[in-house]
């Protein structure tokens, strides 16, 4: 591949700011794509300027004067046929001042706002005309993404230059069949580097959607490949006798949901290959995805192999760790606990026996997977709440769990749902089994929402509640962008509940608490202590005290569907009918009314995602992996949705002819090394 290092004007400086696009070769600037596009072909009259729009006029200057405002500005009067504009400089010299006379014509472009005094202009970029005014642009300008020390120009200039030498030596890569319903691949790069005016906007959409297409198919293989290379690594066949297991399952007071039963035979089934099994679990809050982790750990431990369970906050994996030793200690199991916050004599007895084997079962943070744990023989890891953490780091695990020449098998379990077509596309390197049935014997919870001027209402209903011996979470969002404030609201809070209600208990947790503190106080709330407990955000995930059955959600116009449903889940666990209170400030928006209501009309977790997808967009739903480094460059999942069910059907078929076009595929999308680094 030809180095970008062969174009007129790149040196050593400029080809290692293109490296930061991860511009390497003459081709990766054709796949270098625009943002967006200025149209600088045409002259809009002043009068039929559109507010807030990047537009191009022309006229005389009338005038041009310095104003000390609050900023000290040069401004100057432009006036054609129909009527005038004002321009305004925050930053200039005399030069400018003197050269902008009145009676001379003037070009500009820029984004034209509504001011006091009509149209304005802050510094656009102008040109001042004389009699042979240049003619405008004969195609829109392209936009490119940027780096810090690169211009546009330099950009355009490189692009076109690429364009010439290389564009006719782009293959195609797609199979025939599609190619017939869409543009050809050149014809599709070239139209998006430099868009033709005239030709129609639908010819540029069709021209956008090949490439996209294409994108989409590369992450799509990439994630597939990542699949059968899995698949050809070796793991540790875990096919034991099912003692434990079954003594486990008899002393449990109720019995496994058909669900529940029938992923743990879906992992059960994987844990007996040879490879390591790449499993996602998804189930609704409360669907007792714990008890199916659970039961896998078991089948490592009854395998003579050890287990190791990732959550994404302490205050879970304090809660995973107590929860897990109560059932296993009648079978002589002991679970160990490793978090961050641990003091080094806390850790060591852990990690020696961890190293030796004594300890079967491990619960822990991302301390887990430091290089001081070492495991004597990890057969599983698990993840709980999976949208936490990125497909890097999740692949960063696997490596770390590496003894010999096995890798871990994994499980991966969240509670937010992600769409099937999604899921297809950046969810290919897994199975899936979801949950997709409550355990009987709850009762739904019911949810409404009430205004803040009705707090006191909410108080003395707190009160009566507690009275007939239920417990109440109290939740304090995110008000500021501000962990400290977000601790100082819910401290303020708990204190205001305390003064109204002096004879209850009221305890509370956040993110400032260390962890010992945090948990005490969750412990105090498990065991009754506590009445009420306020708590910040950090509850959100996992948390379990199936006595609490009335949750109270302040400022819940300014939390996401997702995040208000994680919330909910905390309440409506046990036989007690529960109630969640969504306490918001009016007025409400138009999406945050929306939001309330979806949620106070549905208690299925499937829906609500449905709902957030629509929303939000797919973007916030994948996390990280959108905004990490699965960065896409030009396809956008809501725009591009309708694409997604083809992939599918497109990858079997490049299979069939000539299998290295997926690895160039794949090369000239996702650039080699830049998928999965190592996180920890
Ligand atoms: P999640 O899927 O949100 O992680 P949990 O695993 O925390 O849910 O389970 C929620 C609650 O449901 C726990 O109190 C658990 O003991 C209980 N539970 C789990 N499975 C069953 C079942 N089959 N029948 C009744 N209760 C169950
Ligand atoms: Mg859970």
């Not at 120009?153 to 010439?164: E, G, K, M, N, P």
């Not at 304090?476 to 400290?484: F, I, M, Y």
């Not at 116009?557 to 007690?576: I, M, N, P, T, Y």
């Amino acid at each position: 591949m030809e180095p970008v290092t062969t174009l007129r004007g790149v040196g050593p400086k400029l080809s290692e700011r293109l490296e930061k696009l991860q511009i390497r070769s003459v081709s990766d600037l054709l796949f270098h794509l625009p943002l967006r596009y200025q149209d600088r072909t045409t002259l809009t009259p002043i009068a039929a300027l559109l507010h807030n729009e990047e537009q191009q006029i022309e006229g005389i200057i009338t005038g041009t004067t310095i104003r000390f405002g609050r900023r000290r500005s040069l401004v100057c009067s432009v006036e054609d046929e129909s009527d005038s504009l004002t321009i305004r400089l925050f930053h200039f010299n005399k030069g400018q001042q003197a050269a902008l006379q009145n009676g001379r014509k003037i070009r500009c472009f820029g984004t034209a706002r509504r001011g006091k005094s009509g149209m304005e202009m802050a510094h656009p970029e102008y040109q001042l005309l004389d009699k042979s005014p240049p003619p405008l642009e004969q195609a829109l300008t392209p936009i490119y993404p940027m780096t810090e020390g690169l211009h546009q120009r330099t950009l355009f200039s490189l692009t076109t230059q690429a364009l010439q030498r290389a564009l006719h030596e782009v293959k195609e890569l797609l199979p025939t069949a599609l190619q017939r319903n869409l543009p050809p691949l050149q014809q599709a790069l070239s139209t998006l580097h430099r868009p033709d005016a005239t030709a129609g906007a639908e010819v540029f959409k069709r021209c956008r959607e090949r490439i996209a297409l294409e994108e989409l198919l590369a992450h799509h293989l990439s994630m597939q490949q990542l699949r059968q290379k899995s698949r050809k690594e070796h793991a540790i066949v875990l096919s034991p006798q099912r003692t434990l297991l079954d003594r486990l399952l008899q002393q449990l007071p109720f019995s496994l949901t058909r669900a529940q039963q029938r992923t743990i035979d879906e992992i059960f089934a994987d844990l007996k290959n040879s490879w390591p099994m790449q499993r996602l679990l998804q189930g609704d809050v409360g669907s007792g995805k714990t008890l199916v982790a659970l039961c896998a750990a078991l089948h490592a431990v009854e395998s003579g192999q050890q287990c190791a369970l990732m959550a994404p906050t302490e205050l879970l994996a304090t809660q995973h760790q107590q929860t897990l030793q109560s059932l296993l200690l009648p079978l002589g199991i002991e679970v160990g606990l490793l978090s961050g916050s641990m003091r080094k004599t806390e850790r060591k007895p852990i990690l020696e026996q961890l190293q030796s084997g004594a300890l079967k079962i491990v619960v822990g943070t991302h301390a887990l997977f430091q290089d001081a744990v070492q495991f004597h023989a990890l057969a599983l890891v698990i993840i709980d709440e999976q949208h936490r953490f990125g497909v890097d780091q999740r692949y960063a695990l696997q490596q770390k769990g590496e003894q010999g020449s096995y890798s871990p098998h994994q499980l991966i379990m969240t509670a937010t749902p992600i769409p099937r077509t999604l899921a297809m596309t950046f969810y290919a390197d897994l199975d899936s089994s979801v949950i997709d049935e409550l355990p009987p014997g709850r009762t739904p919870i019911t949810t409404v929402t009430i205004p803040e001027s009705r707090r006191d209402e909410v108080v003395q209903r707190i009160h009566s509640n507690c009275q007939q011996g239920r417990q109440v979470y109290w939740v304090c969002p995110l008000v500021e962008e501000s962990e400290l404030l977000e601790c100082q609201a819910a401290t303020e809070q708990a204190a205001e509940l305390q003064k109204q209600l002096p004879d209850l208990n009221i305890g509370l947790v956040h993110g400032r608490l260390s962890a010992t503190e945090k948990e005490a106080e969750m412990a105090r709330f498990h065991a009754r202590e506590l009445h009420i407990l306020v708590a910040t955000t950090v509850i959100e995930v996992g948390v379990d005290v199936p006595n609490a059955s009335l949750m109270v959600i302040e400022n819940a116009e300014r939390l996401g569907l997702s995040q208000l449903h994680q919330l909910r889940g905390r309440v409506g666990r046990g036989s007690e009918a529960s109630s969640c209170v969504l306490m918001y400030r009016s007025p409400l928006s138009a999406v945050a009314k929306e939001r309330l209501e979806t949620i106070r009309n549905s208690n299925d977790g499937f829906e609500i995602a449905r709902k957030d997808l629509q929303m939000r967009g797919p973007g916030e739903l994948l996390g990280r992996r959108q905004t990490g480094q699965l960065q896409l460059k030009i396809a956008d999942l809501t725009l591009d949705q309708h694409l997604l069910p083809q992939l599918e059907q497109i990858a079997p078929q490049l299979l069939q002819g000539d299998p290295t076009r997926i690895d160039r595929l794949i090369q000239r999308w996702i650039p080699q090394g830049e998928h999965y680094h190592s996180v920890a």
